[in-house]
């Protein structure tokens, strides 16, 4: 058995979702309304009896355990097989000694800043020391956070002096040696230790997983430099791959799909303080891309800029969507497109000085967040002399397209072009030909990218290679009209005869050859996932659920589950066309359609199950290549940042997606050469 199995075989999908999610049973599943989209009719079912869940409603998505903790929380699926696995007491993965022990030792690491928290705010809260007092009185007054905050983001003091914190934790068990590599400590050149963080206000950083990880500190006197002090560079902390908040930020982003990236923590705490959940912080550094892919593309499909609007804020937001515009060309086929707008502050330095005075202003101000077209021009010609060349400005022009065309869909439609054209007075028609060169050369880098990438993966079979083979079946692409009309007659004739769904599994089960890796993966049984339009996946989800139940009829089962909508989409699989040609027929032709018909029923009946697999394994096909597109866009995504875990999840899911391709050709070769068998 597998871990992931295994896991599954510990944990109950619906007291896992219940957790969170209000359940109710209806017949033998369990409903509510969707916790991915809002919604009034619950369209959110859980199967107890195949631990699955589906959402029929706008997300049109479904899955096991695994999806939905993933989609919940956003997680890797190598984070959701840790987190589940802790949860069912299951031995994840047999780490190497050298992981073990980097695990350990981040875990103690993470331990030791946990203690530091507490420890800082214990030192806040403390009314009989003055400086404490004062320091409390400051974060109320001056930085206007209330109470609540204070305890919920656990914002502490750390005393004036030189051991108070090193006495605390050694005092614990801990060695100094960790205290300096987390940077709590710090060591001068005589071997002399001391407390990094000493009269300031302490605001602990976590990661997006809610694990204390660092500090950022504030400087409680005027004379003590640099204003603002994060933790150093450590194996738990790096603020270039962290955002500010985003364990709070993240349920807000999910619903809402936009995240709002400030430049400092106090601009993002006193945001979610005001209710504004979905803003984070980039920490005072331009966004990086690891910091970009935290929210993009998997939460939020529009990111609002809101960095300071003095000139260092301004040159920060330019180069951030330099990073973003870097991130975009390269990522696979565009995937992590997101709509860019920048918000500027209006009669204050920053957001945290505006929403501290009028927050009600500040869901305005994200709506009216200005096209990066508009931005971008603006900064740029205030770069440029009064009475700059036509070369000046035509480099200007150079510069700002790669910027739009990464996070702007209409950059070439023609007022955007013209706005470009007119602010620095070229010749409309030389900037579109710029932005068309330009364009070529980032698609072109691209499908050179993701060629390589797919070569990479799509290793010669090692049983032969049945594509070049003289006797394989003639397997040409499929447009997504044909597609379409496949999965079409399937329907149809699955509903007509739903014992056509047994054959479908028994050929894949009979592929598979007792496979446990492909029974329970690429060669599973047919499902909804094999289908691509949105109400033919509903539909077969409805149809799986006709099937697996037996307290109603199976006809009984859909006019009960199905919407109006589907079923007017029912009407239309089902519509027979002979019944659309016969009216059309003329001259005796409909009753010569009589005897016609006839005939093809006799054969349809006789053949109908070997027809409908054989449709089904083209559709599995179609599937298994999909899946492994998205291998290859995840693998390009994550880049350096993806680990050994991921890694081998990945790979093992391009053989074993390939192998069933491989199975899935040889039956559709032997089908074609059968029928092409005389007699």
């Known amino acids: 058995m597998s871990v992931v199995d295994e896991i599954k075989g510990k944990l109950d999908i619906v007291s896992y979702i219940q957790r969170t999610v209000p359940l109710k049973r209806a017949g033998r599943a369990y409903k509510a309304c969707c916790p991915f989209h809002h919604e009034r009719t619950p369209s959110f079912v859980v199967n107890a009896d195949n631990q699955s869940w589906r959402c029929f409603g706008s997300c049109a998505e479904g899955g096991d355990i695994f999806s939905f903790a993933m989609k919940q929380n956003g997680w890797s699926f190598r984070e959701a097989l840790e987190e589940l696995g802790k949860m069912a007491g299951v031995e994840v993965r047999d780490a190497t000694p050298e992981q073990k022990a980097k695990d350990e030792t981040n875990d103690r690491l993470r331990g030791i800043v946990k203690a530091a928290a507490d420890f ?3 030192c806040l809260l403390n009314p009989d020391n003055s400086n404490a007092r004062a320091t409390l009185d400051y974060a109320r007054k001056k930085r206007g956070l209330t109470d609540e905050t204070i305890r919920r983001y656990q914002i502490g003091f750390a005393p004036p002096g030189y051991d108070h914190l090193l006495k605390a934790l050694t005092g614990m068990g801990y060695s100094e040696n960790d205290l300096v590599l987390v940077g709590l400590i710090k ?24 694990r204390a990880v660092g500090f950022g500190a504030r400087a409680l006197a005027a004379e003590d430099n640099p204003k603002y002090l994060n933790s150093p560079q450590s194996p738990i902390f790096d603020k270039s791959r962290l955002l500010f908040g985003l364990d709070t930020a993240a349920k807000a982003i999910r619903e809402s799909e936009i995240v709002v990236i400030v430049e400092g923590y106090l601009d993002a705490l006193q945001a979610q303080q005001a209710g504004y959940m979905n803003v984070v912080a980039q920490m005072g550094t331009a966004l990086t891309e690891t910091q970009l892919k935290l929210v993009a593309p998997r939460w939020a499909k529009k990111i609002i800029l809101a960095l300071d609007s003095d000139a260092a804020g301004q040159n920060a937001t330019r180069r951030s969507l330099e990073v973003a515009r870097e991130a975009l060309q390269a990522d696979y086929s565009g995937r992590l497109g997101v709509e860019f707008r920048v918000l500027s502050v209006p009669g204050a330095k920053d957001p945290d000085d505006l929403i ?13 967040a200005a096209p990066v077209a508009d931005f971008v021009i603006t900064i740029e010609l205030t770069t440029l002399p009064p009475n700059s060349s036509i070369q000046e400005r035509e480099e200007a022009a150079r510069r700002l397209l790669p910027i739009l065309g990464a996070s702007e869909d209409d950059l070439y439609r023609k007022d955007n072009v013209q706005k470009l054209a007119l602010k620095l007075r070229l010749p409309e028609r030389d900037v579109l030909l710029w932005a068309n060169e330009q364009q070529k050369k980032a698609r072109a880098a691209s499908s050179s990218r993701a060629a390589r990438s797919s070569a990479t993966m799509e290793e010669p079979p090692p049983f032969g290679d049945t594509e070049n083979d003289a006797n394989a079946a003639p397997i040409v692409p499929m447009s997504a009209a044909q597609e379409a009309r496949i999965e079409a007659t399937c329907l149809r004739a699955l509903f007509i005869n739903p014992d056509g769904f047994y054959a479908i599994n028994r050929k894949l089960r009979e592929l598979a050859n007792s496979n446990p890796e492909l029974v329970n993966g690429v060669l599973g049984d047919f499902c909804a996932e094999d289908f691509t339009r949105t109400s033919y996946r509903r539909l077969m989800a409805a149809f799986e659920g006709a099937i697996s139940q037996d307290e109603l009829e199976f006809v009984e089962f859909l006019r009960r589950e199905l919407d109006n909508d589907l079923l007017a989409e029912l009407d239309r699989v089902m519509e027979d066309e002979w019944d659309i040609l016969s009216p059309r027929l003329t001259h005796g032709g409909a009753a010569d359609l009589v005897v ?11 053949d109908q199950f070997e027809s409908l697999v054989l449709k089904a ?32 999840h990945f790979e093992n899911q ?14 559709l070769r032997k089908q074609h050469i059968l029928h092409a068998l005389p007699g």
């Open 187 to 210: 060591r001068n050149d005589t071997g002399k230790i001391y407390d990094a963080f000493r009269n300031r206000l302490m605001i602990p950083i976590r990661d997006e997983r809610g």
């Open 356 to 368: 501290r005075e009028t927050p009600e202003q500040w869901s305005d101000l994200v709506m009216q």
């Open 654 to 667: 391009a053989i074993a997606s390939i192998h069933a391709k491989r199975l899935i050709d040889m039956e």
């Open 596 to 606: 016609i018909r006839r005939q093809y029923d006799k054969a349809v009946v006789n």
């Open 120 to 122: 800082y705010h214990d």
């Open 617 to 648: 394994l083209r559709l599995r096909e179609r599937r298994l290549l999909r899946e492994r597109q998205e291998i290859i866009y995840l693998q390009i995504e994550q880049g350096d940042s993806l680990d050994i875990g991921n890694m081998a």
